[in-house]
């Protein structure tokens, strides 16, 4: 069984680039939930997909979207990068609909803005 | 809404002693509650979770948590030390495990050797 991975690992990008992050779900996930951890804070909830449409937003502008993929695999995009947007993006891929279960997240892409 | 509160967001114990995370959770209990673990520089991992049935929950690397209705706590329990151990630990309600998560800022925990 394959766990959740993402990529890249890191990314330097400037203010005002835009960025795309990717995540594999685990085996047999249809879900897939993005996460933004800012240092020294807990995770803070972005948004989810399931079944390739959103099912559920935080409070992050419209800059912040994403795509999930038939394959369930998914991406987050950010326009229009702010230096508050470093941080570690973390994807989290779980079973969803009547089974839904636990959460399993992935190793996080470290985002520096400059 | 449910909620969680962590007791200490520093905790430091000696390596070989007991470890104690506390977590109490309001009186709108959850169906769910997860600790996960946060090693340095890395994601999350799922240590364990209460979901319905033992109310003593055993999960990786030694841990384990009781949930106590009577307490409204779901306390991480470790009864030796490992300075692997060195992580942020965070305990986070659920409706049903797959929506959306509320962290709090977590309980660091430091090993002294």
């Known amino acids: 069984e394959t766990g959740v991975t993402q990529s890249p690992t890191h990314l330097i990008k400037t203010r005002g680039q835009q960025v795309t992050l990717r995540c594999s779900s685990q085996?047999?996930?249809?879900?897939v939930s993005w996460y933004q951890q800012a240092l020294g804070q807990g995770p803070q909830f972005i948004f989810q997909?399931?079944?390739?449409?959103?099912?559920g937003r935080g409070n992050f502008p419209p800059r912040f979207s994403g795509l999930q993929f038939p394959n369930y695999s998914s991406e987050l995009n950010v326009n229009a990068l702010e230096l508050d947007d470093s941080a570690l993006y973390l994807c989290?891929?779980?079973?969803?609909?009547?089974?839904?279960?636990?959460?399993?997240f992935g190793p996080g892409t470290r985002l520096t803005v400059l | 809404a449910q909620s969680v509160t962590q007791l200490g967001s520093h905790v430091s114990v000696s390596e070989g002693a007991l470890v104690l995370l506390r977590c109490n959770y309001s009186?709108?209990?959850?169906?769910?509650l997860f600790w996960y673990v946060q090693y340095p520089n890395q994601g999350l991992q799922l240590l364990l979770k209460y979901t319905t049935g033992a109310t003593l929950v055993k999960g990786i690397n030694g841990f384990e948590a009781e949930f106590k209705k009577s307490e409204t706590s779901f306390h991480l329990t470790k009864p030796s030390a490992h300075m692997s151990d060195a992580a942020e630990y965070f305990c986070?309600?659920?409706?049903?495990?797959?929506?959306?998560?509320?962290f709090g800022t977590g309980t660091r925990l430091t090993i002294i050797p």
């Open positions: 085996s047999g996930h249809n879900t």
């Open positions: 009186s709108s209990v959850p169906p769910y």
């Open positions: 997909y399931y079944r390739e449409e959103e099912n």
């Open positions: 986070v309600p659920s409706n049903f495990g797959n929506e959306k998560l509320t």
């Open positions: 989290a891929s779980s079973l969803g609909g009547i089974y839904a279960d636990t959460q399993y």
